[in-house]
């Protein structure tokens, strides 16, 4: 079970932290992710980390500007956003499943678990 939190207004330039909590059984090949739809939009990837070694994936829009890490202790994964647009605008969801393989970490339909959403505004 995934519960996402820590969504919010803020001005663009701005900087927020997403935390996804995770219960449950876990496993060292999981891979948490981070996904976010804007209205009108479909679900987007966001950013990705594999909890056996901490390698991290991201979505070009969000390079240099989002960081993604874990706390293997609390099991609860952050997404760090700084220097937020108006385009980042939008529910953000955090996701996790087993073993995803590199070429379709991406991919929504490859994540089996997922949390609640959770509401970034970001103002101009």
């Known amino acids: 079970q995934l519960q996402a939190y820590g969504g919010g207004l803020v001005q663009a330039g701005g900087s927020l932290r997403l935390s996804c909590a995770t219960s449950?059984?876990?496993?060292?090949?999981?891979?948490s992710g981070w996904f976010r739809q804007a209205p009108g939009k479909e679900r987007e990837f966001v950013a990705a980390?594999?909890?056996?070694?901490?390698?991290?994936y991201y979505a070009d829009s969000v390079k240099g500007r989002f960081t993604i890490s874990r706390d293997s202790a609390e099991k609860t994964v952050f997404l760090q956003m700084n220097n937020l647009r108006p385009e980042d605008t939008a529910v953000y969801y955090c996701?996790?499943?087993?073993?995803?393989?590199?070429?379709?970490?991406?991919?929504?339909?490859?994540?089996?678990?997922w949390g609640q959403g959770t509401l970034v505004t970001v103002s101009s």
């Open positions: 996701a996790a499943d087993n073993a995803i393989g590199l070429a379709i970490i991406r991919f929504r339909s490859q994540y089996k678990y």
């Open positions: 449950g059984r876990t496993y060292s090949s999981f891979v």
């Open positions: 980390i594999r909890w056996s070694g901490d390698t991290t």
